[in-house]
């Protein structure tokens, strides 16, 4: 490796850690409603469906949007979509802080969604870009963590701590809000001063980036006929209605039990660490010892164990392990499913943008009616059980999905 690779290299990595900024923002403001939920149901007087509706909301928004959205991301560039992504959410996080009801809430939240969709395509877009096809695993790593720690700082110190001290939740969304907007207007600065998107272009020279409707119409039909992608698909659906079912109801499933809203945080904020260890121990792995399917099925077989003993323990021991268990099987599904599409033939780094959109598309459907579903089947039937229960048998479909693939 040449010293100029070494500086490229260096000066890559830096900008995708600073860009990992836009998923932690992402993943603190989307899951201060959960980690606030009873608060809110409580205060806004919701019932459990409409607080499964708004537990869902922001991944009901990819269902229409995700695909475009990615096509969109991959002629714009990675630099300037993140930022309108993280200035669209902050905006809406702000808003969210004076929703006066059900209505006014759900169509922030909604607002969230289309920022977030920037934000999800726009990191592997970024990744693609500024490294080859079999270096993308670690600075893949490196945002998923980014957003993991999101997620599990608002469960683990947001919900407890800062909300509290800042006066409640409505404080707390308000200042996360206004944070989340300067960061935007500082990551812009950097993309426009580095020229990332210019960059983007030169080194995808001699490809039709344009909004033309030929090639938007040639790069779907590639897309959405690829048979691994359409495998790839499936997974990323049962990981996202793992993922949103878990984070959306455990904070409330632990409090039904009896624990106190920040332990019920905190529990909460265990799975985001073991998922976090999932993130980084299972394509280190998969790809060292280029077994990639094992390891879907093993991460599959790993989320239905844990969400079954969740489902059998109250808030004891076995609870705790179904908790860590979900939560390494989940979170090694997550890196894969975004590693896998640039290195499919006819994909590769061009067309990341809009296979990632894809897959989520169609995956988000799962992230929407994980939630709804977990919060609709407790109004029916008075109890978390068949909700999760669902969450389960989504583990065991990766089992199968990843058995089929053949990356």
Known sequence: MTASTTVDTRRAYRLVLLATGSYTCLMFVWFSLPAYLPTIIGELDLTSTQAG??????????????????????????????????????????????????????????????????????????????????KTGRPSSIYLVGASAGSAFVFAVGRPILGPALGGWR?????????????????LLVALRTRLDGRTNDAQHGTDDSFSLESVRTDLRLVLTHRQLQLVVVLGAMYLLLNHGMQGWLPTLLESRGLSAGRAGQATSLFVVAYVGGVLAVPELADRFDARRQALMTCGTAAFAGVGLLIAGTTGALAVLGIVVAGIGTGGVSPLVRAIPPELEGIGARLTGTAVGFIFAVGEIGGFFGPVL??????????FVPGFGLLAAGGLVVVFAGWALRP
């Open 171 to 187: 404080a707390l969304f308000l200042w996360s809000g206004i944070v989340s907007v300067l960061y935007g207007l500082l990551w």
């Open 53 to 134: 509706l708004l537990a869902g909301a922001v991944p009901l928004t990819y269902i229409p949007l995700a695909l475009f959205s990615g096509l969109a991301v991959d002629r714009i560039g990675p630099g300037r979509s993140l930022a309108a992504g993280v200035l669209c959410y902050g905006v809406a996080q702000i808003g969210r802080s004076v929703a006066t009801g059900f209505p006014s809430l759900l169509a922030w939240t909604l607002l969230l969604g289309v920022g977030a969709t920037a934000i999800t395509f726009g990191l592997p877009k970024l990744v693609g870009v500024l490294f080859p096809p079999g």
């Open 374 to 383: 977990i919060g609709a089947l407790r109004d029916a039937t008075g109890s």
